[in-house]
């Protein structure tokens, strides 16, 4: 049976403990393995597949993710929407540790990563002006308008390599673009979900106010912890609340046609291998 909403936990989110009826499923992708089982399972009645990003127990670093096969599994499952959360740092005083953001826009500050499924042989672009689904940012601003967090709709994700913390110079240079919040994950998976033709939207929850700001520390991993325990509930709750609304609510938005117009390559010049690799995301363009 096809699962069409997906939900990808990071840092501090490693299950719902709400999903009942659960199943672990393996998922192989000819990319390689994703970060772990995805838990497929009922949420308030509707079926969702879950992810831990980091893998159980938080052992993969965000520079060693398969952001490929994580997105490629979703997609196998039949997910159309899927919601990310995430932890960030706050690059400005208004957003202080606890509030959640919904970024509408990303820079990508990231080295070296696979982000996307073209390549071997055949050849698509993307347009990514707008890299989060608005309608799916919508219901999940609204599910935490619900759950009655302090939300902020639209803002920068700076998209960092890591694994180290930035610089207070990096800081204050993505301070100065106007960024909003940072994080290490989030940029490659929206564009492989777009690619997937799969609405993106993730709900950034502020652990730490990042390395800038006069009056705090630089931050540690305790710090994003402790505050992702505190939030733990909130944001299981928004993602119930948008599970909730998602699960009536058609989708209207373009996402689903993302690559009518991407893909530059003839068809029949597509090798076997890649043409059958691609199948799932693609297969409907390849004829
Ligand atoms: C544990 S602090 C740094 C870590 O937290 C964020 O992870 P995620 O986006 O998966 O919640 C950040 O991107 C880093 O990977
Ligand atoms: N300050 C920060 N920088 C990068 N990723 C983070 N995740 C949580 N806080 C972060």
Not at 19 to 34: A, C, K, M, Q
Not at 252 to 275: D, F, K, N, S
Request: aromatic share 6%.
């Amino acid at each position: 049976m096809s699962i069409q909403i997906g939900i990808i936990g990071g840092s501090g989110l490693y299950d719902m403990a709400e999903l009942t009826d659960r199943h672990e499923l393996t998922i192989d992708t000819p990319f390689g393995p994703p970060s772990g089982p995805y838990v497929t399972g009922t949420l308030g009645g509707t079926r969702v597949a879950f992810l831990a990003r980091h893998g159980i127990g938080h052992r993969i670093t965000p520079s060693e993710l398969n952001f490929r096969a994580n997105i490629y599994g979703f997609k196998t499952l039949g997910v159309e929407r899927l919601l990310s959360a995430s932890a960030v740092g706050s690059l400005r005083e208004d957003l202080a540790p606890l509030d959640l953001v919904i970024p509408d826009q990303f820079i990508d500050r990231t080295r070296g990563r696979v982000g996307t499924f073209f390549g071997d042989g055949i050849v698509g672009h993307i347009a990514f002006a707008d890299p989060v689904c608005g309608d799916l940012a919508q219901v999940a601003y609204d599910a935490a308008v619900t759950a009655g967090a302090t939300v902020h709709k639209g803002g920068t994700y700076v998209c960092m390599e890591g694994p180290a913390f930035s610089t207070r110079a990096e800081s204050h240079l993505y301070r100065a673009w106007g960024a909003h919040i940072i994080g290490m994950t989030n940029l490659q998976e929206a564009k492989l979900a777009r690619e997937a033709e799969i609405c993106y939207a993730t709900i950034a929850l502020v652990t730490d106010y990042d390395c800038w700001h006069p009056d705090h520390d630089h931050v540690t991993v305790e710090m994003v912890i402790n505050t992702l325990h505190q939030n733990a509930r909130t944001a299981q709750r928004v993602i119930a609340g948008a599970v909730s609304v998602l699960a009536t609510a058609p989708r209207t938005c373009g996402c689903g046609q993302a690559l009518a117009t991407a893909i530059i390559t003839r068809p029949e010049i597509v090798p076997e291998g890649t043409r059958r690799a691609l199948a799932p995301i693609m297969g409907k363009y390849l004829g």
